[in-house]
């Protein structure tokens, strides 16, 4: 990876942290929060106990000195915390002090999460013992309280490594310990243990189903006030009941959208309890397409193209939990701001903050069941139903929340048995095949207002009893229009195709869950340029409406998977798309209306030729536009074999459109540019009154033309005559990039046998970038042979398929150059980047899984000839260049076929 500088951005979320008197000071639970609360992050006095020797030794009565701090509520092991991973058992010890005005309620302490098992003491008193990794619990304190006076809460975890707990991709930093704020909280006698609130917008009205501690002793109050809505219901609980739903009309309901994201507070007030909390008027449904008989996800009856990222949601520092609530509030934005309309938490229940901004701000997600690894024997289904049932109870309010996943990819769900061979295999059996609908039939049995998901599958595997018919596919952009094409015509009710034996594909809609190219190409990709790939697959998807939305691999990077919209730490990864159409974004792959010309996004042609440009426009939207149409502007830009730009004037073309139309539209036959060159034909389309819905373009390598008063002498980049490097030389794809490492030189002689060569100017045309020696230059590896998800740790740029992508660091290379032996140009070359703007990297790529710089380019240099050098080429036919640098960071040439420029190194002689 390029090297790493601090970024402003993570110093001022760092002066963030730590200008907070205990990190992550707001209430944990915005969907569930009493007022009368105290948080205990920040620093516990803590120890750790390898030999579970803690409980013998009486540490639980809270005398014994602890030699270590630790920042709650980091895990143990990560950089916040403070403390390393030295044990499997640890104990945490911290002085509290409950209010006397405390007294009247019973007080109560709950831990968000802790992994695995948790056990609590106070002044010594046991006061529970808690197993699971994800989910909030709580232990009364109230019988052995002090108020006003300082005591001793203790809290002993043992995350010891057990199969059949739910691990999760941990590997990428293990949530050990309390991750989670613990807080004390003053409840009332009767208290309310859960309150949930079920939408029905076609009625106007929401169900709330309440359930208290125990049964009111009495006939007692509930009030409901709605408090930003100027509304409230009452009710009365009878003695002996513990639980009772509700139904209330909502007056001029306001609906939660994607758009505006309305949320409903509410304060519950039972007997001598309060809590605040809210929901969202929403429904989650099944609908088609308008004018097709294709299922979408809909949204408030509406169907709802899903454009949706994976997220690890792991923090570099943190690991399972975020620094401050700014950041989560951020991770969110990210996907807005590029215009995702969700996310999928991966194998991961989220912190309950992150999942309120995604309510706040109105994003989409899909929920996973974190998985084991182990077989899926009692203790593992035990595990599994347990974490489902409570983070179905914890997150059942939050409207951002569509669909439960239960399973990934057949993660812990397979048994080793014997084959008929006698060897030993791996196998989804049918009754664990039954156990995953059953588990499908309890996440429907706890929650009607969503969708669920059986299983995420890949390898092999298929689905059971599902809302959503979901698939995994990883290819390398030319593979998406033919993979493709073959589910358009396996993707049909009754038909088997992805489903386990037993079962069928019913009318579920069919989404992609994961894709993109990051394990597309052998061994992954590494840090690459990822959206040159994604670009086509992007274009390839919009032709495929049968498809009801997809999901890219990921939100951001993490410590083997580089592909994400973002780094590891949120830093950007810059894709140069404005460079080559202006005006356009990130954001315009995920355009409502999108205008598609393929999966074959950059074409060879003939110069002065006419192409037909192939259009598809997929509209995923119901707004009406002014007019019934569109408008499609066009034109070309880019730079010809001589170094110089060129762009044209715009063209426009009107068509006919409709709310959620999908239409192959005429080809566009636009004339390409008569001088050699690579092109881009920039697209927009616009309603009639200009607003701007959706910017793409195609690109054209310009073959064949002729250029008048102009003499070319050039040579391949890797036909140096000497090169000498101090870290390594090489040539790339049979010679169309020259790589020198280190410090060091590369001499070209130019020759020509032209003997009429005339020219009144000429200059020195090249594409030069540095290149540093990364760890992919000395050695390569296949990070599937690697545990990775487990604990294994990669360089990003080990892999012999990466090249890291153009990001704020930069590798920086001072380079001389001289011409027949004398100084032509001192300069700096600012980086090595790789991004959407080396289409020709791209382009001449082999089509055989493997990656080869690709997205790599330079800048364009040109030096002015003197005449005197003029002369001195028409005399002898021949110049020698001399490009050399004594930086650490290298030097690239590039050639006519590779990097950004369609020209290999030489001279341009003008006449």
Request: aromatic share 12%; net charge negative.
């Amino acid at each position: 990876m390029k090297n790493t500088k601090t970024l402003l951005f993570l110093f001022l979320l760092s002066i963030s942290t730590f200008a907070q008197k205990i990190p992550l000071p707001e209430h944990p639970r915005p969907d569930f929060e009493r007022s009368n609360w105290q948080n205990l992050n920040g620093l516990w006095d803590f120890e750790f106990d390898s030999l579970n020797a803690g409980e013998k030794n009486h540490w639980q009565a809270g005398v014994t000195d602890f030699s270590h701090q630790i920042n709650v509520p980091f895990p143990w092991g990560s950089k916040l915390s403070g403390v390393e991973d030295l044990a499997d058992i640890a104990w945490y010890k911290k002085e509290i002090n409950v209010p006397n005005d405390w007294q009247d309620q019973r007080t109560f302490i709950t831990i968000g999460a802790s992994d695995w098992e948790t056990s609590v003491w106070l002044d010594g008193h046991f006061l529970g013992k808690h197993q699971g990794g994800y989910t909030p619990f709580s232990f009364e304190l109230t019988e052995y309280l002090t108020y006003g006076q300082p005591q001793n809460l203790v809290i002993k975890v043992d995350d010891a490594r057990r199969l059949f707990t739910l691990y999760g991709k941990q590997g990428y930093g293990n949530a050990r310990g309390i991750w989670q704020t613990p807080y004390l909280e003053a409840r009332g006698q009767n208290f309310i243990e859960s309150l949930h609130f079920e939408p029905n917008i076609d009625k106007s009205q929401v169900t709330a189903k309440l359930i208290l501690n125990k049964a009111a002793s009495a006939n007692e109050s509930l009030k409901l006030d709605f408090t930003n809505a100027s509304q409230s219901f009452s009710a009365v609980f009878s003695a002996g009941q513990k639980s009772a739903e509700f139904t209330i009309e909502i007056k001029n309901q306001h609906l939660w959208t994607l758009e505006d994201p309305f949320l409903y507070e509410v304060e519950a007030n039972f007997a001598d309890d309060e809590l605040k909390t809210y929901f969202g008027m929403r429904k989650i449904s099944v609908t088609n397409l308008p004018g097709t008989d294709i299922p979408y996800i809909a949204l408030n009856n509406e169907p709802v193209y899903l454009q949706l990222a994976l997220d690890q949601s792991y923090h570099p520092d943190g690991f399972y939990t975020f620094p401050t609530d700014e950041f989560m509030k951020n991770e969110i934005l990210l996907a807005k701001n590029i215009g995702l309309n969700g996310i999928r938490t991966h194998i991961k229940v989220d912190i309950p903050r992150k999942l309120y901004w995604a309510d706040k701000l109105g994003l989409f997600v899909m929920a996973d069941l974190p998985n084991s690894w182990g077989e899926p024997d009692q203790n593992a289904q035990k595990e599994s139903e347990y974490t489902l049932r409570q983070m179905i109870d914890r997150d059942f309010n939050h409207p951002s929340i569509f669909s439960w996943i239960t399973f990934n990819e057949t993660w812990g769900l397979r048994t080793k048995v014997t084959n008929e061979q006698g060897k030993s295999e791996n196998r989804y059996l049918p009754e664990t095949q039954y156990w995953v609908a059953s588990m499908y039939y309890l996440a429907k049995s706890l929650d009607q207002t969503r969708l669920v998901e059986d299983n995420s599958i890949c390898c092999g595997a298929g689905h059971t009893e599902t809302d959503i018919y979901s698939w995994h596919q990883y290819l390398p952009g030319y593979e998406w229009e033919a993979f493709m094409r073959n589910l358009d015509t396996t993707t049909y009710a009754g038909s088997t195709y992805d489903f386990e034996k037993g079962f069928t594909q019913g009318r579920q809609p069919m989404i992609n869950s994961e894709c993109g190219n990051v394990w597309g190409y052998d061994g992954s990709t590494g840090d690459v340029d990822w959206s040159y790939d994604y670009h086509r697959m992007m274009n390839v998807f919009r032709q495929h409406p049968q498809m009801a939305g997809w999901l890219y691999t990921e939100h951001h990077d993490v410590i083997n998977e580089w592909n994400g919209y973002w780094r590891f730490d949120r830093s950007p990864k810059y894709t140069g798309l404005e460079e080559l159409a202006n005006g356009m974004m990130d954001k315009d792959f995920h355009s409502m209306v999108y205008l598609t010309t393929g999966q074959d996004i950059t074409q060879k042609v003939k110069a002065g030729s006419t192409y037909q440009v192939p259009m598809y426009l997929s509209c995923q939207t119901g707004e009406a536009m002014p007019g019934g149409q569109l408008v499609i502007e066009y034109k070309w830009s880019g730079a010809d074999e001589i170094g110089n730009s060129f762009g044209s004037e715009s063209k426009n073309l009107s068509v006919d459109y409709q709310p959620w139309m999908q239409k192959r539209l005429d080809p566009l036959a636009v004339q390409v540019p008569s001088k050699n060159g690579i092109y881009q034909l920039e697209l927009a389309v616009k309603k009639q009154n200009g607003e701007e819905l959706h910017h793409n373009f195609m690109s054209f390598v310009v073959e064949g033309g002729s250029m008048e008063n102009v003499q070319l002498v050039t040579t391949s980049p890797s036909a140096y005559t000497s090169a000498s490097w101090s870290k390594k030389e090489e040539t790339i794809l049979n010679g169309k990039k020259a790589n020198g490492m280190g410090k060091g030189s590369f001499t070209y002689e130019l020759k020509t046998s032209d003997e009429k060569i005339k020219a009144k100017t000429g200059y020195l045309l090249l594409e030069l970038s540095s290149r540093p020696l990364y760890q992919r230059d000395q050695e390569s590896g296949n990070l599937k042979d690697m545990d990775y998800m487990l604990g294994a740790v990669a360089d990003p740029a080990r892999n012999s398929n990466a090249y890291p992508m153009t990001d704020t660091d930069l590798n920086p290379s001072d380079v001389v150059i001289r011409i027949n032996g004398q100084l032509a140009k001192r300069m700096t070359l600012s980086d090595d980047p790789a991004d959407h703007r080396g289409v020709l990297s791209w382009f001449n790529q082999e089509e055989n899984r493997k990656l080869q710089e690709a997205g790599t380019y330079g800048y364009l240099v040109k030096i002015p000839l003197t005449k005197a050098q003029i002369r001195s080429l028409q005399k002898t036919g021949k110049m020698e260049v001399k490009l050399e640098t004594n930086s650490e960071n290298g030097l690239a040439v590039y050639g006519k076929d590779f990097g950004r420029y369609a020209f290999d190194p030489g001279v341009v002689l003008v006449k």
